[in-house]
Nanobody
Framework: QVQLVESGGGLVQAGGSLRLSCAAS????????MGWFRQAPGKERVCVAA????????VYADSVKGRFTISRDNAKNTVYLQMNSLKPEDTAAYYC???????????????????WGQGTQVTVSS
């Protein structure tokens, strides 16, 4: 069984920064892609950033471009989301996702991922 454990969420003022981490544990599979999704109350879960594990290619939602950075540590099997210049509209539950099926693409759709973390809350006050 694969587990994804997220950390780093919390309460921050607008303009502040947070760094989310997502570490994979349990049975080891090769990661081919990882992504960060978020879901605000009453809204659908959407991908904000994703990375292909092999190529390092990344994709960002327009709403976070220039403010969020996704990165990976291959040795630790961990993905990070550095969030800067946070806005109240960034408030949401953030989930990391991992794909263990082979791909050379950066994937951004929920159904393309195989494992999910439990989520971590990010709240940005105005």
């Amino acid at each position: 069984q694969v587990q994804l454990v997220e950390s780093g969420g919390g309460l921050v003022q607008a303009g502040g920064s947070l760094r989310l981490s997502c570490a994979a544990s349990g049975r080891t599979f090769s990661s081919y892609a990882m992504g960060w999704f978020r879901q605000a109350p009453g809204k659908e879960r959407v991908c904000v950033a994703a990375i292909n594990w092999s190529t390092g290619s990344t994709v960002y939602a327009d709403s976070v471009k220039g403010r969020f950075t996704i990165s990976r540590d291959n040795a630790k099997n961990t993905v990070y989301l550095q969030m800067n210049s946070l806005k109240p509209e960034d408030t949401a539950a953030y989930y990391c996702a991992r794909r263990v099926r082979a791909t050379m693409r950066v994937v951004t759709m929920e159904y393309e991922y195989d494992y999910w973390g439990q989520g971590t809350q990010v709240t940005v006050s105005s």
